[in-house]
């Protein structure tokens, strides 16, 4: 506990000194950022230091305790809800934090010998104060589920790659990542999932009282991507036109979910008088999966925009519908360089750089909110049209890019090139790179 102590003191340390005890609107983008860190840094050391005295707290109100359990005598029906009041976390987060802190926790054998923590790599990460206890209980959560049919060193290497992974990533972000490690853990898993999200897909239609339309569903990954791409295609079509037009285009006041309900009744608007199957807008659904894995039908694969891996058989039928481009890694492709020879990026190229990028390479975005843009200008500094001179950016990051300073570097070539986000001084004095693209997912260790 002196420890836990002695390293909270100093994380309180860090705050008053990253911010030099002056008032936050008194600081530079610099300080604010130091002082943010520092306090994350906090935050991380005090859900390490707590954790041990939650798991303590549950082992005095374990149940056999009767009366005299620990939870009761506070006038607590559980050791959740006496965690619950007297942090202000919800009574879930109170869980979590009990079962983060029992498999993150030393252990004792039944001989009485010490024992490393069931899942020591988080444990690690959690005391060194590299990650809270949100991304400790994802992990946990996830390997916990896999427990009993994925190979236990490969799930010890991915408990490491993951603890490693974490720090850095949002909680969004890590959630991904963990869904393709589960994939990775634990392939023969996802056709089982795959067919209860597809037993339980619905939709429903209704009138309410007061005449609106109510739309509920639910749909499987396969039968939701093209809904979810047809939708924000025709949605991203409405900002970029409203952000590139004057006039009563351009007071367009519409928020995002009113655009989603106006591209859904477009949608069934163009259906209701087409002959047609119909195509939506300019955007494409894309799936992915190496050629092997394609070919012996194991393994999982990718949907632009779907967190979750889907199994190689969902990948084959999706593969069969003309609407929807395969994209098999390994396989033969077209050049994608053309060098000075055309302005703009051809679909192919962008494909390809969807590979690298996976969307928006800054925050993220999905691949059919981007557009390809020239790291060395076109027209300014005779930049080629080229993979390794074009990166995917949404608007809003690539007019944050160039009007805040940050630079852009690529460290390698094809699918598997690195992308670098280096800040601009004023906002980072150290100009510490980050990293971008697809790379930020990686599995390996």
């Not at 002082?35 to 549950?58: H, K, M, Q, S, W």
């Not at 089982?192 to 429903?204: G, S």
């Not at 300014?380 to 390794?388: F, I, K, Q, Y």
């Not at 300073?405 to 070539?413: A, E, F, H, L, N």
């Amino acid at each position: 506990m002196d420890e836990l102590l002695a390293s909270l003191a100093a994380a309180v340390d860090a705050v008053r000194a990253a911010g030099g005890g002056r008032a936050p609107e008194a600081l530079g983008p610099g300080e604010l950022m130091a002082v943010n860190e520092a306090f994350g840094a906090l935050r991380r050391r005090v859900d390490a230091a707590y954790l041990p005295v939650a798991t303590e707290i549950t082992r005095q109100s374990r149940t056999e305790l009767g009366k005299d359990s620990l939870a009761r005598k506070q006038g607590f029906r559980s050791p959740a809800m006496l965690i619950s009041a007297t942090t202000g976390a919800t009574v879930g987060d109170a869980v979590r934090m009990v079962t983060v802190g029992e498999a993150t926790a030393p252990r004792t054998t039944l001989t009485g010998q010490s024992a490393p923590a069931k899942h020591p790599h988080v444990a690690a990460a959690l005391s060194a104060g590299e990650i809270g206890m949100p991304a400790a209980s994802a992990i946990i959560s996830m390997l916990d589920r896999v427990a009993i049919r994925a190979d236990r060193a490969a799930a010890d290497r991915m408990e490491k790659t993951l603890a490693a992974a974490a720090p850095g990533l949002t909680l969004d972000q890590l959630h991904k990542l963990i869904a393709r490690a589960e994939a990775h853990l634990d392939p023969d898993g996802l056709a089982p999932r795959e067919e209860q999200l597809h037993a339980d897909r619905f939709l429903t239609v209704r009138e309410d009282r007061g005449g609106a339309i109510l739309v509920t569903g639910a749909f499987d990954p396969e039968n939701g991507a093209p809904i979810k791409a047809a939708i924000e295609g025709l949605v991203t079509g409405m900002i970029r036109r409203r952000d590139d037009t004057a006039g009563p285009v351009a007071e367009d006041t519409r928020s995002v979910r009113q655009m989603q309900a106006d591209a859904l009744a477009d949608l069934c608007r163009h259906a209701l008088g087409c002959a047609e199957v119909p195509t939506g807008p300019s955007t494409t659904v894309v799936v992915r999966m190496s050629l092997s894995d394609l070919e012996a039908g194991t393994g999982a694969g990718e949907i632009d925009g779907i967190a979750q891996p889907v199994s190689a058989a969902v990948v084959r039928r999706m593969a069969a519908d003309a609407q929807i481009i395969p994209c098999v890694l390994g396989g033969e492709s077209e050049i994608l360089d053309w060098g000075r020879a055309k302005r703009l990026f051809t679909p192919a190229q962008k494909l390809a750089l969807v590979e690298r990028d996976g969307g928006c390479a800054f925050c993220g975005a999905p691949p059919h909110m981007t557009v390809v843009h020239h790291l060395r200008w076109w027209a300014r500094d005779a930049g080629r049209t080229d993979l390794g001179n074009g990166i995917l950016l949404c608007v809003a990051c690539h007019h944050r890019i160039h009007n805040d300073g940050w630079d852009i570097r690529i460290d390698g070539t094809g699918s598997g090139a690195r992308v670098w986000f280096i800040p601009p001084p004023w906002l980072d004095p150290a100009r510490t790179p980050r990293l971008g693209g697809r790379t930020r997912y990686d599995l390996a260790a």
